[in-house]
C-alpha cells in the first residue's frame, strides 16, 4: 500500500494553459453563471442580468481571441500553432479565426433572440400548447429566460469543437454544441407542435449520427492506437497501420460530420428543423453550426488524414455533387421562405465540400473556405432576420383577429411576401441584398465567396466538380430572384394574412393596404440587420482584407 501512495505521488499536475483558451473559458464560465442567475435572480430581473452577462462575456471572449492570435510566440520559428491542455486543444490561426468567426455570429444572434417585439419563444415551454397555462403566460409577458445560457454552452461547444486536437474532445464538444440546440429548437411560441416536431427529429438523427461518429473514433483508436490527430497524421505515413480499419472509421467521421453540415444524404432534417425553430435559433444553426462544422472536417480530413486524400478525395467530391445539386433543384418547388433558405444552406454545403477536397493538396481550399463560411453566415443570417421582421408585420397587419393565433409560427410562406417591397421598401431592399449575395451576383460578398472556393478547386485539379458547382449556381439563382420578384413585382394578396394562412374567408379588410408602411422593428433586430447587411457589403467591396487574414490562417496544425 505504502508503494502504490509513493508511486501515486509522482504523477504530475497536468499543465494547462489557461491563456490560450481564455476565450472558451469565458463563454464556458458565463454560462454556469447564467444557469444561476436563472436559479437565485428574480423573474423580473432575469433578462436584463443575462444579457449583461451574455453580451458581455461574448464581447470579453472576442477581445480574448485577437489576443492570443496577436501572440508572436505561439508561431516563433515558423510553427503553425501551438497543442494545449495536454495535447486535447490545438490553438493555431485556423482555430481563432473561425473562433473569431463564431462570436461575432453569436453577438448579431443575441441581439436577435433578445428582442421582444415579437419573442418567437413560447412563455413556458412545459405547457401544452393551447393550454391555459400557455396563454396566462402569454399574457403575463413571461420569457424563457434560460434561452440565454443555453445559447452560451452551444457557442462554447462551436468553440472548442473545431479546436479540438483529439477526436473524443471533439465528440464531447459537438454534444455540447448540440444539446443546447435541440432545446432551443422546442421553444417556439407558436405552432408548439411543430416546433417540438422539429426539435424530436433533430435529437433523434443527430444521437443516430452521434453514434456514428463514436463509432468511427472507436475504429480510428483502433487503427492507429491513439485519438489524436497529430498522433493519427504520423500512423497514416507508417506502412505498420491497418489501412481497412482506418479507412472504415474515416468513413463512419465522415457520415458524422456529413450530418452536421447538412450534406447529402444526411440532410433529410434541416428543412423541417429550420421551419420548425424559432426563427432566430434557426438563424444562429444555419450560420454558427456550419461554421464550427466545416472547420473541424477541415480540420481532421484536410489535417490528420491529409495522407490518404487518394481514398476520400473521390467520396467528398460525389458527396459535393449530389449535394449542390440536390439542394439548388429542391430549393425551387419550395413555397416557405425558410424551407427555401434550408435547401440553400445543403447546396452552399456543397460547395464548401469543393473546398474540402481540394484542401490536401492545395492550401488555398482550406483559405477559401474559412473566407466561405465568414461570407456566407451573414448574409444567411440577414435573410432570416428579414423573415423574422416579416413575421411581426404579418401579426401586425392582421389586427386583433390574428394576434393571438396559434397557427402564426413565423414561418415564411412566399405568398405572404406578395407586394412586400411596396409595403416595407426598406426591410425588402435588404431582403434582395441578401438574395443577391446569396446567389453570388457580383459584388456582394458571396461572389467572392464562390470565386475563391472554385478557383481552389480548379487549382487542385477539380476542375469537373467547378463546373458542376457553376452549374449549380445557376440553378440557384432561379429561386433567389423568385423571392425578389414576388416582393417587387406581384400584387399583394387580396386577403388578410391569417385567411391566405387558414384558407378561411376574409374578416375586417376587403382590400390590402398598397402604400408603404412603416412598422418598428425592434431596436436589437434593427441593429442586427444592420450589421448584417453592412458586412455583406463591406466584404464583397474590399475583399482583400478578410482573404488575406483567411489566407495567414491558412495551416492547420498537424
Not at 116 to 132: D, E, I, L, R
Not at 277 to 286: G, H, S
Not at 320 to 347: E, F, N
Amino acid at each position: 500500500m505504502t508503494g502504490v501512495l509513493a508511486d501515486s505521488a509522482t504523477i504530475g499536475a497536468p499543465s494547462i494553459e489557461y491563456g490560450q483558451l481564455a476565450p472558451m473559458l469565458v463563454v464556458f464560465g458565463a454560462a454556469v453563471a447564467g444557469v444561476l442567475v436563472e436559479a437565485f435572480a428574480p423573474r423580473s430581473s432575469r433578462r436584463a442580468a443575462h444579457l449583461v452577462l451574455t453580451l458581455g462575456s461574448l464581447i470579453a471572449a472576442f477581445i480574448l481571441t485577437i489576443v492570443v492570435a496577436a501572440r508572436h510566440s505561439l508561431y516563433a520559428a515558423g510553427s503553425p500553432g501551438h497543442v494545449a491542455a495536454q495535447g486535447a486543444v490545438a490553438v493555431d490561426r485556423p482555430t481563432l479565426f473561425i473562433q473569431g468567426t463564431i462570436v461575432i455570429l453569436a453577438l448579431v444572434s443575441v441581439l436577435l433572440i433578445s428582442d421582444t417585439s415579437n419573442s418567437p419563444f413560447a412563455a413556458v415551454a412545459a405547457a401544452t400548447p393551447g393550454s391555459q397555462e400557455e396563454r396566462e403566460g402569454l399574457a403575463a409577458g413571461i420569457m424563457h429566460t434560460e434561452i440565454f445560457p443555453l445559447t452560451l454552452f452551444a457557442v462554447g461547444g462551436m468553440m472548442l469543437f473545431p479546436a479540438a486536437n483529439d477526436l473524443l474532445t471533439m465528440f464531447v464538444a459537438l454534444e455540447v454544441l448540440s444539446l443546447p440546440l435541440y432545446l432551443l429548437c422546442g421553444l417556439a411560441r407558436r405552432r408548439r407542435l411543430l416546433s417540438h416536431e422539429a426539435a424530436m427529429k433533430y435529437f433523434l438523427l443527430g444521437a443516430f449520427s452521434s453514434a456514428f461518429l463514436l463509432y468511427g473514433i472507436a475504429l480510428c483508436y483502433g487503427a492507429a492506437r491513439s485519438t489524436n490527430l497529430l498522433a493519427i497524421a504520423r500512423a497514416t505515413s507508417t506502412t505498420e497501420i491497418n489501412t481497412s480499419v482506418l479507412l472504415a472509421g474515416v468513413a463512419l467521421l465522415a457520415v458524422g460530420f456529413c450530418f452536421k453540415v447538412a450534406a447529402v444524404p444526411f440532410h433529410m432534417w434541416t428543412p423541417d428543423v429550420y421551419q420548425g425553430a424559432p426563427t432566430p435559433v434557426t438563424a444562429f444553426m444555419a450560420a454558427g453550426t456550419k461554421a464550427a462544422g466545416f472547420a473541424v472536417f477541415l480540420r481532421v480530413f484536410a489535417g490528420a488524414l491529409g495522407g490518404l486524400v487518394l481514398d476520400w478525395r473521390p467520396v467528398i467530391a460525389g458527396v459535393a455533387v449530389v449535394t449542390m445539386l440536390v439542394g439548388a433543384i429542391l430549393a425551387i418547388v419550395q413555397t416557405d421562405l425558410k424551407r427555401m433558405l434550408a435547401y440553400s444552406s445543403i447546396a452552399h454545403a456543397g460547395y464548401l465540400l469543393i473546398g474540402l477536397a481540394a484542401a490536401p493538396t492545395n492550401p488555398e481550399g482550406i483559405s477559401a473556405s474559412m473566407f466561405y463560411l465568414l461570407a456566407y453566415a451573414f448574409m444567411v443570417m440577414g435573410a432570416f432576420m428579414v423573415v423574422q421582421y416579416a413575421a411581426r408585420t404579418r401579426q401586425l397587419e392582421s389586427g386583433a383577429a390574428g394576434a393571438d393565433r396559434e397557427e402564426w409560427d413565423g414561418g415564411a410562406p412566399l405568398e405572404e411576401f406578395r407586394g412586400f417591397g411596396r409595403r416595407h421598401p426598406w426591410p425588402a431592399a435588404l431582403l434582395g441584398l441578401f438574395m443577391f449575395g446569396l446567389a453570388g451576383i457580383p459584388p456582394l460578398s458571396g461572389f467572392w465567396a464562390k470565386y475563391y472556393v472554385f478557383q481552389a478547386g480548379i487549382n487542385a485539379g477539380l476542375t469537373w466538380l467547378v463546373v458542376i458547382g457553376v452549374v449549380s449556381s445557376v440553378i440557384s439563382a432561379f429561386f433567389y430572384l423568385r423571392v425578389i420578384m414576388v416582393t417587387y413585382l406581384q400584387e399583394p394578396s387580396e386577403r388578410p394574412a391569417a385567411a391566405v394562412l387558414e384558407g378561411a374567408e376574409p374578416v375586417g379588410l376587403a382590400e390590402p393596404e398598397r402604400g408603404p408602411r412603416r412598422v418598428p422593428a425592434g431596436r436589437a433586430l434593427g441593429v442586427a440587420l444592420g450589421v448584417a447587411a453592412v458586412l455583406t457589403v463591406a466584404i464583397g467591396l474590399a475583399p482583400q482584407v478578410l482573404v488575406t487574414a483567411a489566407q495567414t490562417a491558412g495551416r492547420i496544425l498537424g
